[in-house]
């Protein structure tokens, strides 16, 4: 069984940055690395991907320039970089993690997933 702990989330006000960070933990080999958001009332989004070896990356347009997802393997954790932050990134972030090596974009391609980090921007 796999176990993802998201952290950094909080506060901010407009512009500004957060890192949030995602520790996986239990049995993982080969594994694609996820960021989704899902704000109130919408349906949960991808933000950001990132394969094993991090030798590849896709972002979402919206944060595209804005956000960087990178990871660690010896620590078991993935990474998301948010500047340049604005209201509309408000939302929980989910971290997740896809047994295999192809990247991909939709929620039901993810095999597990974190409790969420809750974002806020303010204007």
């Known amino acids: 069984q796999v176990q993802l702990v998201e952290s950094g989330g909080g506060l901010v006000q407009a512009g500004g940055s957060l890192r949030l960070s995602c520790v996986a933990s239990g049995r993982t080999f080969s594994y694609v690395m996820g960021w989704f958001r899902q704000a109130p009332g919408k349906e949960r989004e991808f933000v950001a991907a990132i394969t094993r070896n991090g030798g590849n990356t896709y972002y979402a347009d919206s944060v595209k320039g804005r956000f960087t997802i990178s990871r660690d393997n010896a620590k078991n954790t993935v990474y998301l970089q948010m500047n340049s932050l604005k209201p509309e990134d408000t939302a929980v972030y989910y971290c997740?993690?896809?047994?295999?090596?192809?990247?991909?974009?939709?929620?039901?391609?993810?095999?597990?997933w974190g409790q969420g980090t809750q974002v806020t921007v303010s204007s």
């Open positions: 997740a993690l896809k047994e295999g090596v192809v990247l991909a974009t939709t929620p039901r391609s993810y095999d597990y």
